[in-house]
């Protein structure tokens, strides 16, 4: 299990959350900094027993997706957690973080925060040259549609290979199974979906999977000799 944060800790990181961020079901993320000692305290007993047993229980365990129109004409979803799952997120994400620091090169991956195509091309060129490279070639892989082709079977078996974070992965494959609804325009509700594949964009780790996800096949993946 991953140790046990500090009231405090939990605190400083609900209130990172945006003033105006998006609320589903009425509670606020940063509305838990504002609870007593016992109170947060209390969360995070739930938290760990969630992490332990790999997954949350009750009414939390319902999703919304809301469909952005894209400039295209298409539409993006996004994933809506309820505020009591992004507290849970926001707390453990340093994880994650540390685990993309040690296992994961920054210049591989584009799609970390505040990361482009063009960051990843500038630092592939820098580190060739610097080698006194007088050719340079650099390939990029787009995935179209690549959160909805995720396999969770995939993620569950590549994790231990990665060393990435277990308790983590096991309560964010629970979540992606959940049931959920699509949110369109004018209030209008779908019917629930029973999802079997796939991780949810908008969840505080699905890049973070999504990278160890592209790890495993760019290293499994056959050489030209091959």
């Known amino acids: ?16 959350f ?23 305290d209390c969360f995070i007993t739930i938290m760990m027993i969630a992490e332990l047993f790999g997954g949350f229980q009750g009414v939390v365990c319902t999703l919304l997706i809301r469909l952005i129109l894209k400039p295209t004409g298409d539409r993006r979803p996004i994933g809506l957690f309820r505020g009591f799952v992004r507290c849970w997120a926001k707390v453990r994400q340093c994880w994650a973080s540390k685990w993309q620091q040690e296992h994961a090169p920054d210049h591989e991956f584009s799609m970390t925060s505040g990361r482009s195509v063009g960051d990843c091309v500038y630092r592939s060129l820098l580190r060739f040259l610097a080698n006194c490279s007088e050719y340079v070639a650099e390939a990029l892989w787009d995935v179209a549609k690549c959160f909805e082709h995720v396999w969770p079977t995939i ?16 309560v964010s494959l629970a979540m992606y199974m ?25 969840s ?19 050489s030209p000799r091959d």
């Not at 105006?20 to 079901?25: I, K, M």
């Not at 290979?161 to 992965?169: D, I, V």
């Not at 505080?204 to 056959?222: K, R, V």
């Open 204 to 222: 505080t780790f699905a890049l973070y999977e999504l990278i160890m996800y592209f790890l495993c096949l760019l290293y499994t993946s056959p």
């Open 178 to 202: 959940w049931v959920r609804r699509l949110a369109w325009d004018n209030g209008m509700i779908s019917r629930p979906i029973w999802p079997k594949k796939g991780v949810v964009p908008g």
């Open 1 to 16: 299990m991953l140790p046990r944060p500090s009231v405090q800790y939990v605190r400083d990181c609900c209130r990172k």
């Open 155 to 170: 993620l569950a078996q590549q994790a231990h290979r990665c060393m990435y974070p277990t308790p983590l992965l096991r």
């Open 18 to 40: 945006k003033k105006y961020t998006s609320v589903t079901d009425g509670f606020s993320p940063r509305q838990l900094s504002y609870l007593s000692d016992r109170g947060v």
